[in-house]
């Protein structure tokens, strides 16, 4: 009885340990999807395809792939100019989305940066957002 008792209290610490620890990357991609559902997703769609001719894609986008803060620079400011990405011409505007937080924007570049293909070794804080921002 006292062995499982002690067995149990040992597990549980595991567990919180582990929460406690999550590796702030996945966890800042995991809200960056939210972020990404509700103000990306509607011009470069659910898996980061876009639409060709109007929405460039990011998934494997090489706009960004060599430098991947060019993402927030892109939220911050908007993008208005003829871009090629993947060997595709888009001239379209971006509205930019300053409004969004440090940190959701932080958030949503470590999403994009690392999904549907795309893989990033770098994690964008909202630290340099901030800095961004000037
Ligand atoms: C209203 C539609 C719209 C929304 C919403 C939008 N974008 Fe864009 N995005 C565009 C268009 C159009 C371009 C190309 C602009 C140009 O041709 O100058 C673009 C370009 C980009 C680029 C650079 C090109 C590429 O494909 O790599 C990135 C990165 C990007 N957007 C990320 C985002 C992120 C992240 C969000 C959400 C925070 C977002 N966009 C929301 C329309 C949108």
């Given at each position: 009885m006292k062995k499982i008792a002690v067995a149990s209290v040992l597990t549980i610490s595991v567990i919180m340990f582990s929460a406690f620890v999550q590796n702030p990357k996945e966890a800042s991609i995991k809200r960056g999807k939210e972020v990404y559902d509700n103000n990306?997703?509607?011009?470069?769609q659910e898996n980061g395809e876009g639409i060709e001719g109007s929405f460039p894609p990011?998934?494997?986008?090489?706009?960004?792939?060599?430098?991947?803060?060019k993402i927030i620079t892109v939220i911050l400011k908007g993008l208005n100019e003829e871009i090629k990405v993947n060997g595709k011409t888009y001239n379209m505007m971006m509205p930019e989305q300053?409004?969004?937080?440090d940190e959701e924007i932080a958030d949503v570049t470590n999403y994009v940066a690392n999904s549907w293909g795309n893989k990033s070794k770098a994690i964008f804080t909202p630290a340099q957002v901030k800095a961004a921002r000037k």
């Open positions: 990306c997703m509607s011009c470069h990011l998934a494997k986008s090489d706009y960004f792939q060599k430098d991947p803060k300053s409004y969004l937080s």
